[in-house]
Nanobody, 118 residues
Framework: QVQFVESGGGLVQPGGSLRLSCAAS????????MGWYRQTPGTQRELVAS???????HYADSVQGRFIISRDNARRTVALQMNSLEPEDSAVYYC????????????WGQGTRVTVSS
């Protein structure tokens, strides 16, 4: 079963940028839609960005215009460029394949923590 390892998180000031990366243990070419999710304590994990096999992307309203998702099937990676970060973006970020409504294709990884604070 495919596994995902997220990296690139850290502490950044409001208005700053970070680029998250997700590395898959095997090919993601057969996964139609890949997504980036985030979770804060006491809340459900939410899908913030997704990208289809033909590079059609979708974003949650809260990140629209600030985040950009991309995928490289050859390198088995999915990236999330996060710009104009806000304190509300602080969370643990995860990547996974999207399987239907609310479903994912693999167990969750460790995630990468993003903290936006001055």
């Amino acid at each position: 079963q495919v596994q995902f390892v997220e990296s690139g998180g850290g502490l950044v000031q409001p208005g700053g940028s970070l680029r998250l990366s997700c590395a898959a243990s095997e090919s993601i070419s057969s996964i139609h839609t890949m997504g980036w999710y985030r979770q804060t304590p006491g809340t459900q994990r939410e899908l913030v960005a997704s990208i289809s096999a033909i590079a059609i992307d979708h974003y949650a309203d809260s990140v629209q215009g600030r985040f950009i998702i991309s995928r490289d099937n050859a390198r088995r990676t999915v990236a999330l460029q996060m710009n104009s970060l806000e304190p509300e973006d602080s969370a643990v970020y995860y990547c996974n394949g999207v399987a239907g409504i609310g479903g994912v294709v693999a167990p969750w990884g460790q995630g990468t923590r993003v903290t936006v604070s001055s």
